[in-house]
């Protein structure tokens, strides 16, 4: 599977409306909580998801992507390696237009799995410091 280039990424960022953060939480040293934040206020509508908790920053946190009644464009996956098939093939599911697996997220075979489905694909890269790099510059 051939990785997006920047102006790939660039496009996936300028069309988004809709992000699902998988994996949020609610402590505001988390890295799921600051970028949360960061593409809250940088006008998309962010949607959590974690079993853990019903709201995140004042927003409505959903247990799992099935629940969500709206389209996402962006499932952006803040979970191990290991535990990222399940979350691609709900991703799926939902007909999500885009899988991104944060910095350190790394799954091939789920990656494959999501680009056979359709769905573009993003590894092992953060989507703030892409933002910065690529929007705002």
């Known amino acids: 599977m051939e990785e997006m280039n920047d102006l790939e990424i660039k496009s996936i960022l300028e069309k988004a409306k809709t992000i699902a953060i998988v994996g949020a939480s609610q402590k505001p040293e988390r890295d799921s909580h600051m970028i949360m934040q960061f593409l809250i206020r940088h006008g998309y509508e962010v949607i959590p998801v974690n079993p853990a908790f019903t709201e995140i920053a004042g927003k409505k946190c959903y247990q ?74």
């Open 64 to 137: 799992s992507l099935h629940q969500i009644p709206i389209h996402i464009d962006i499932v952006d996956i803040f979970r191990k390696s290991e535990d990222v098939k399940p979350i691609v093939d709900d991703a799926i599911a939902i007909k999500a237009d885009t899988v991104w697996m944060q910095l350190g997220v790394a799954n091939d075979e789920a990656a494959k799995t999501a680009s056979n489905a359709g769905l573009k694909v993003i590894m092992n890269r953060c989507i703030k410091i892409e933002y910065n790099a690529l929007i705002s510059s």
